[in-house]
């Protein structure tokens, strides 16, 4: 039987974006929620599900001819905040940004290039990327009376360059997802 692959393509955060991102854990150490290890923060360009050797291979091939075509450019997050937004119990912390016309670009020209090749779920939405800081726990969040529910949310500005995209597997284990780089490909 071939091994599958649990495949996403994503933009990485320079370490110092994630160290300021991961403060917030301590700001918010009430909140009952599982934080995400630093090392996993990521921005989720697409996610391709489970994929054999052969079509990731294709997919890493396609990606470096995509990239091969794309500049480098800037994200800047603006908020963390609990989402989705109006919905209780909240789901998550995340950290939100502006929307770039480079990444949806990049995005589309992904999606393109991988449909031809795998199947997936593209997204309606216009992309706005984003960062799952923590998974609430539903649970405990009910369990706290609506008045004493910690508040989230705060105005940031943390702006940094896009230098290149990974192909990246995911394995779920009992600690959470494992995240790791099977190919990383560098913009123009």
Known sequence: MNKRHRTFIA?????????VLAGYQKKWADVPARWTATENLHITLLFLGDLTDLELGGVCLAVKGVLEKNNSFNITLNKVAYGPE??????YIWAGGQVSNEASLLKKDLE???LELVKFNVDAY????????ARINSMAWRAIEPEERPEVGEQIELTFTVESIEVMESELTRQGPRYST?????LL
């Open 11 to 19: 933009i990485n955060l320079p370490n110092d974006v994630k160290k």
């Open 86 to 91: 109006g919905k209780l119990p909240p789901r």
């Open 112 to 114: 393109d290039a991988l």
């Open 126 to 133: 216009a992309f706005h990327p984003h960062i799952t800081l």
């Open 182 to 186: 099977i190919e990383s490909h560098s």
